[in-house]
T-cell receptor, first 115, second 115 residues
Framework: AQSVTQLDSHVSVSEGTPVLLRCNYS??????LFWYVQHPNKGLQLLLK??????LVKGINGFEAEFKKSETSFHLTKPSAHMSDAAEYFC?????????????FGKGTHLIIQP | DTGVSQDPRHKITKRGQNVTFRCDPI?????LYWYRQTLGQGPEFLTY????????KSRLLSDRFSAERPKGSFSTLEIQRTEQGDSAMYLC?????????????FGPGTRLTVT
């Protein structure tokens, strides 16, 4: 079985300051890990993915995440927040090659950007 | 646009009625997934198909829920005898199954309201 814990339900940062969204995972396998973003009234969009290659993964819009096996973490960061980053962010785990469980989503972190 | 499409985008129905939702995946994708997302939660995996075969359906929420993908292209999700607790966003995703790990592309969802 696999699970994801997003450690913060809400994160608020000022525009131009760094963003850190925390995620811990549990998996019986060497998992694939993803971050998805969901803007209001829009579909889920893939930000980045880790699939056992480089542990530091770069995604779209300046986001990146680092896979740390020893800490079972996959935190999402961005050096400088933009107002357009305000959205719901989901950390997601998948068994290798998808498995039978589909994707397992965390409960989400709501990112608020203060002007 | 060649993304995942879902129809309808919104559905309001009375308790006890049956509803059916349609999903058209990205054309070259052989896997299709259904998820349910309730307010304030991450999407919850329901079922998936590889081509026309339904490979996992134990996570469907009850026997009132069923899904088909008769020709390995579009899929339908049916809910019979709807209940107020079925009110949620129903998401469809598709992917190309390969050894690189799965990246799922999501549609905009169908929002169901049961009155």
């Amino acid at each position: 079985a696999q699970s994801v814990t997003q450690l913060d339900s809400h994160v608020s940062v000022s525009e131009g300051t760094p963003v850190l969204l925390r995620c811990n995972y549990s998996s019986s396998y060497s998992p694939s890990l993803f971050w998805y973003v969901q803007h209001p009234n829009k579909g889920l969009q893939l930000l980045l993915k880790y699939t056992s290659a480089a542990t530091l993964v770069k995604g779209i819009n300046g986001f990146e995440a680092e896979f740390k096996k020893s800490e079972t973490s996959f935190h999402l960061t961005k050096p400088s927040a933009h107002m357009s980053d305000a959205a719901e962010y989901f950390c997601v785990v998948s068994e290798p090659r998808g498995g039978a469980d589909g994707l397992t989503f965390g409960k989400g972190t709501h990112l608020i950007i203060q002007p | 646009d060649t993304g995942v499409s879902q129809d309808p985008r919104h559905k309001i129905t009375k308790r006890g009625q049956n509803v059916t939702f349609r999903c058209d995946p990205i054309s070259e994708h052989n896997r299709l997934y259904w998820y349910r997302q309730t307010l304030g939660q991450g999407p919850e995996f329901l079922t998936y198909f590889q081509n026309e075969a339904q490979l996992e359906k134990s996570r469907l929420l009850s026997d009132r829920f069923s899904a088909e993908r008769p020709k390995g292209s579009f899929s339908t999700l049916e809910i019979q005898r709807t209940e107020q607790g079925d009110s949620a966003m129903y998401l469809c995703a598709s992917s190309l199954f390969d050894v690189q790990g799965l990246e799922q592309y999501f549609g905009p969802g169908t929002r169901l309201t049961v009155t």
